[in-house]
């Protein structure tokens, strides 16, 4: 199984249009991120876990899952890299590749030292930008294929075709 933790926000920072996204409307950038990391996971088949920074935030660690995407915001008092490494020491063993993806440095090499593998804020816009033109080509393709096998009907025959259907 491979595994991806993200640094949220520090990902949010780091990626040009969330960057943006996120001086207008910090909730609206948060969501961009969960949408496109969703899709990040269906085309990739890896496990997504999304760290959102609460730190200042009173209360309790909350766990979400959207669009199949882990989504934690961490307990009062807690970092966002402080749950990153926890969750590598929980998650690592032999059949688990863990990718962390933030652009903080010192984190990268934490998360190092403990087995996980670094994803470079960019390196994963990069990839994200990739899996979207796939994605889109892959569309495109099918739409082609559906125009081309697709028969034109008039009314009479679908009429007759569907009074068949019905057995009339």
């Known amino acids: 199984m491979v595994v991806l933790l993200v640094d949220a926000y ?10 943006r996204l996120k001086a207008i409307d910090l909730a609206a950038a948060r969501d961009r ?6 899709e990040f996971q269906a085309y990739t088949g ?10 200042f935030v009173p209360g309790a660690e909350t766990r979400l899952k959207q669009s199949q995407v882990e989504i934690i915001y961490t307990r009062e008092n807690e970092t966002a890299d402080e749950k990153i490494e926890k969750f590598v020491s929980e998650l690592k063993d032999v059949r688990t ?5 933030t652009s903080d440095s010192i ?11 670094r994803k470079p804020a960019r390196e994963l ?3 994200m930008e990739q899996i979207k033109k796939r994605i889109s080509t892959i569309i495109q393709e099918y739409r082609q294929q559906n125009r081309r096998t ?10 007759l075709f569907e009074n068949w259907r019905r057995g009339k």
């Open 46 to 55: 890896w496990r997504v876990i999304l760290v959102f920074d609460a730190h």
């Open 125 to 127: 816009y990069r990839d």
């Open 10 to 19: 520090n990902i949010i920072g780091a990626w040009p249009e969330l960057k």
């Open 97 to 101: 590749t863990i990718y962390v993806a």
């Open 107 to 117: 984190e990268q090499w934490t998360v190092f030292s403990k087995g996980a593998l």
């Open 150 to 159: 697709t028969v034109a009907l008039d009314d009479k025959l679908t009429a």
């Open 33 to 38: 991120l969960i949408d496109d990391m969703a």
